[in-house]
């Protein structure tokens, strides 16, 4: 199995998280996305991907793309250690949340939206930050009033384990940090924050800690 | 069940038609996205979801929010007819086929983007136009490309019936052609805009047939 990926992109982010709770090791593709203008723009890559995106997944020949599907995907092929609730209800919820930030916030702030922004509209950084801090921080906030009925003193969003609420949560206050997005008014986030970096499978699965992964800086 | 929607919104569109094939009719309450700067912004919403978004899904007092978490859940709990198909990797190319759409595409367009566009960035009609353009125009592309791999005589995108790649679909279009997105390059999908319009689901489920629908207008 192939993993086409990028240190930094909180889509592939969420499939290593993944990948590391179900204890699987695909072979890891670096596509690099800044680079000679993106390798995943190449023909090459849109062979494998038409979206022109990470992650994608190849077995055998096979193409999935889409990190939540990926996921999904995972989940019913090796479903322990389980990364959703058992209840349908409960199992909801968790998506819920997974969504709010991977249809919400996450497609406002990647890197070709960035780009459009700087590029095509010629937006002064001034203008950038706005924009990254409006939809992350207002997006952010929302998940935080979303697990207002969940106990506060749990390890993670929805209980004692990561689920996939988690797995698209961690990479999401990476980028809040990065793009200097406050969350003095989301403790409950700050408090997950402090357990992905203490939890094996998301320490490894930061974007620092990957094999392409470059000195780190605020630019995109 | 009371079902909170708006008659354009592709979300709540989505969990229409999901409604319709599952042959349930939670209780609609319309939730008006433009009249006095948004219903869903009201604090009387808020409390239903903090997202400030709909659709929302009230069941006895609890309350789900995104509609692909809505539709996995009615998925799980009212199986037939299914909406996925039933092996994993087959499952999986369609989430991937609905995320394509309900991550890359309509986050870009939707309202709340629109309003910033126009309002905070002050962009002209032309710099909108150009906008929706790109990333409905290459999304839908990009859709085009992912099914690739299916038989062209399908009625629906994954078989000879509607699936949640389906569901995702049919709103984007109707986007899409509100916005003067020409879809002269994707015969697949304009065969699939074909087959819902002859789909009592789909049709009931559009837009212009809701209690809250208006008279057709190309602004927001």
Redesign the interface.
């Known amino acids: 199995m192939l993993y086409y990926g990028y240190w930094r992109s909180s889509a592939a982010w969420r499939c290593r998280i993944a990948f590391n709770l179900k204890k699987i090791a695909p072979e890891f593709v670096a596509v690099h996305l800044t680079r000679d203008g993106g390798a995943q723009r190449t023909e090459e890559f849109r062979v494998i991907n038409?979206?022109?995106?990470v992650p994608a997944l190849d077995?055998n020949g096979?193409v999935?793309?889409?990190s939540?599907?990926?996921i999904?995907?995972l989940e019913?092929?090796i479903p322990e250690p389980a990364l959703l609730p058992d209840d349908?209800?409960s199992?909801?919820?968790v998506?819920?949340f997974a969504?709010?930030i991977?249809?919400?916030i996450?497609?406002?702030q990647n890197l070709e939206?960035q780009q459009?922004l700087r590029g095509?509209?010629n937006?002064e950084q001034s203008?950038v930050s706005?924009?990254l801090g409006?939809w992350i921080g207002n997006?952010l906030?929302?998940c935080e009033?979303?697990l207002?009925s969940q106990p506060s003193n749990q390890a993670f969003a929805f209980g004692a384990s990561p689920t996939l609420a988690d797995i698209c949560l961690a990479p999401q206050l990476y980028s809040a940090e990065r793009f200097g997005i406050s969350l003095n008014d989301m403790p409950r986030l700050r408090t997950l924050g402090a357990s992905y970096a203490d939890h094996p499978a998301f320490v490894d699965a930061h974007a620092h800690n990957q094999p392409d992964s470059e000195e780190w800086f605020w630019g995109i």
Not at 50 to 53: A, L, T, W
């Open positions: 038409p979206q022109k995106r077995l096979a999935l793309t889409q939540l599907a990926i999904e995907w019913e092929t349908p209800w199992r909801a919820q998506r819920a969504l709010a991977a249809c919400d996450h497609p406002l939206v459009y095509k509209l937006l203008a706005d924009w409006h997006g906030l929302a009033a979303l207002g």
